[in-house]
């Protein structure tokens, strides 16, 4: 059976002046899947899920999404067809706390504007109950939207154990958590394909442990398909059921990781400088 | 299905304006101050019967300060909130000002659909210098924005078209605003004119940030390029603050024109541009309570320490000096000590405290919450 591929980075070519950070690079990630990236420092893995998010845009070559082709597309219109990621030097809202982060990841799921925002008000909590409710829904739906995506974030928030740190602004945050805050950024947006650029970097065993825990998690329960990006081949061998290998810009293997492990070329080029 | 209005409540609680009895308690203890006041002025009802310890200067200096505290919540709005400077909000004052003058006057639209007309026009006006946005960041949108600053007064005062009267250098006189036939022409009147409508648009400023509109905001400020893949049309959003911001300044300029009833181009420069940024930055930009602590800060400076300042530089000057010397040096003091004052703070807040008065409140108020834990 032929399953028709979620993402299909298709002969895409990128460079930077004289700099060839992609070359030639064409994978299909199947949905359902945790795909991994693996490669040297500088091999272009950034570079090609900058190109799939929108960030940057591939010279030559096309991306489609769920059949549709979204080269051309802006940046801000791909979040709302299904696409979230992370950053591998975290980009969070410093000064908003945990959970705003995440409320402003709801953007896509509100409607709430200039009017509807700015007509908010606090005096309705003391009607009853029941009149304040329709009243609010007609007139404020504003607040009923804020309580609706609040509940979808607080979700989010215990499921990767940190409610004790929603109401702290992420800039005083450790660094695990803050990655942590990103994810759960990139979650609440709800997408089909998560990509998440080294989520585990810079972080100790346990930390590392527990995150890998919630990519299982959220492959398992959500449902959403993984691009993930990881220099620790001991772990995508464990967790990625595709790999792709990149090195200076162009494929050198790709498969699954029994495959991987026994190519010539990338034990050549990668693992065996790793010594895997 | 979760069972409605469980715990609905709880996060309309967590997402009030008001949490905590703190917050009622200061609300509550401002709005009756602010609300009384003028009763015990010269023409208040308490006033009339004696009781008079409010002077009506005091009035005139508040109704100013309302004035500038609604246009500096706009601008919180552009760099407080969406990170994007504008050196303009005094010349979009100015839009402001002589829209709802001439709407008043020549178009004889009443004042409370005048000002709201006048507003949407300064808001367009912001818009349009806004859309350099798109393009430049940081210091060269300053500079853009310091183009409208140019412009707009150049382009009033050498007006000379029959469509309406601008009267160029000289300016225009305005009338008095006047509610359902009631022409609102006292100290009293216009204190209460500009209390309600400081308060409302506060409290809409307050609301547009606590909810989508405002975390787009915030995240384009914070990181624009993250902002956007959250499916921000940043752009859109940059712009919209900016029009946000100008219908502030509209509104406040429409209120002075109507409150000074004479308006001049020269009341509109570059320095009050900047003045309102420094209030800004004192007062603490990206906070709510940012533009009130700056506006009070400023009306101390100004209309208090610096009396004081001069007097005791007064005092100190060398004994030697004519009485000629002595006059001629008093004036320049007088013209030199406010700018050199008000420049002096802004330094000292730039270095020992950048994010303004009203963090420092907010700190103070978290360390008296944890008590007696806290040593602040
Ligand atoms: N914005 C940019 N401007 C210029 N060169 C860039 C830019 N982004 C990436 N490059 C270059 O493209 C190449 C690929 O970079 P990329 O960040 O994709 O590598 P990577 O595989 O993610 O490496 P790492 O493991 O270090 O994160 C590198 O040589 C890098 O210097
Ligand atoms: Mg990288």
């Known amino acids: 059976m032929i399953i028709s591929p979620l993402l299909h980075v298709d002969h895409i070519s990128l460079s930077f002046g004289g700099i060839r950070a992609v070359q030639n690079l064409d994978f299909q990630v199947r949905p359902g899947e945790i795909f991994a990236i693996i490669g040297p420092n500088g091999a272009g893995k950034t570079s090609t899920i900058n190109s799939i998010s929108g960030f940057y845009r591939p010279q030559q070559g096309r991306i489609y999404f769920k059949g549709q082709d979204i080269s051309d597309l802006p940046t801000y219109k791909r979040a709302p067809l299904g696409i979230a990621r992370t950053f591998q030097n975290i980009a969070l809202y410093t000064n908003m706390t945990a959970l705003d982060n995440l409320m402003a990841a709801r953007y896509i799921y509100m409607k709430s504007g200039l009017f509807s925002g700015a007509i908010y008000w606090d005096i309705l909590k003391y009607l009853p109950q029941s009149l304040e409710e329709r009243i609010r829904k007609v007139w404020q739906p504003a607040i009923w939207e804020e309580v609706e995506n609040r509940h979808v974030v607080e979700e989010i928030i215990d499921f990767l154990e ?6 702290m602004p992420v800039g005083t945050l450790a660094y695990g958590l803050r990655k942590r805050v990103e994810l759960g950024r990139a979650l609440a947006l709800e997408p089909e394909l998560l990509l998440l650029d080294e989520p585990m970097a810079g972080m100790n065993v346990e930390e590392k442990e527990d995150m890998a825990r919630f990519i299982l998690d959220i492959h398992e329960q959500r449902n959403t398909t993984i691009v993930l990006i990881e220099h620790d081949v001991g772990l995508v061998m464990d967790i990625a059921d595709r790999i792709v290998v990149l090195d200076f ?28 | 299905m979760r069972p409605s209005g469980v715990y609905s409540t709880d996060y309309i609680e967590d997402q009030a ?3 905590t009895r703190v917050d009622y308690f200061w609300t509550v203890f401002f709005a009756v101050v602010a609300l009384s006041l ?3 002025s010269a023409s208040g009802v308490f006033g009339e019967l004696g009781v008079r310890f409010v002077p009506e200067t005091l009035l005139g200096i508040l109704t100013d300060g309302g004035i500038l505290l609604i246009s500096i919540v706009g601008l919180n709005l552009l760099l407080g909130y969406t990170g994007q400077i504008s050196l303009g909000q005094a010349a979009f004052m100015m839009v402001g000002a002589y829209s709802s003058a001439v709407l008043t006057r020549q178009a004889s639209i009443p004042f409370i659909f005048a000002l709201p007309i006048a507003a949407v026009v300064t808001g367009l006006v912001g818009l349009v210098f806004g859309l350099a946005s798109l393009r430049v960041k940081g210091f060269y949108l300053a500079m853009a924005t310091l183009a409208a600053q140019f412009i707009i007064p150049w382009a009033i005062s050498s007006y000379r078209g029959d469509f309406v009267r601008l009267g160029g250098d000289t300016g225009l006189t305005v009338d008095p ?3 359902l036939g009631i022409e609102l022409n006292t100290n009293l009147e216009e204190y209460y004119l500009v209390l309600v409508v400081a308060i409302v648009m506060w409290i809409l400023a307050r609301n547009m940030v606590r909810t989508r509109l405002g975390r787009a905001w915030i995240a384009i400020r914070d990181n624009d390029l993250a902002a956007e893949q959250l499916g921000i049309n940043v752009f859109r959003y940059k712009v919209l603050a900016f029009f946000m911001s100008a219908i502030y300044a509209g509104v406040a300029g429409g209120l002075l024109a109507h409150v000074r009833r004479t308006i001049s181009p020269a009341a509109f420069d570059i320095t009050e ?6 209030m800004l930055v004192i007062g603490g930009a990206g906070f709510p309570l940012g533009p009130l602590f700056g506006v009070a800060f400023f009306l101390f400076i100004e209309r208090w320490f610096i009396d004081f300042a001069r007097d005791i530089l007064i005092d100190i000057l060398p004994s030697i000096l004519t009485f000629r010397e002595r006059e001629a040096l008093e004036a320049s003091l007088l013209a030199g000590l406010p700018p050199l004052l008000f420049g002096s703070f802004l330094a000292i807040f730039l270095i020992f405290q950048p994010r303004g008065l009203a963090y420092r409140w907010m700190i103070i108020q978290a360390a008296w919450r944890l008590r007696p834990f806290s040593k602040a």
Do not use: C, N
């Open chain 1, 162 to 167: 940190m409610a004790h740190v929603r109401k």
């Open chain 1, 249 to 276: 810009g162009q494929k050198i293997g790709e498969g699954t990781p029994e495959e991987i492990s026994k190519d010539e070329r990338v034990i050549e080029a990668y693992l065996g400088e790793q010594g895997a």
């Open chain 2, 17 to 19: 304006i008001w949490r």
């Open chain 2, 38 to 40: 003028p009763l015990f």
């Open chain 2, 177 to 179: 605003a006047r509610i």
């Open chain 2, 273 to 278: 541009s900047i003045e309102m940024l420094g």
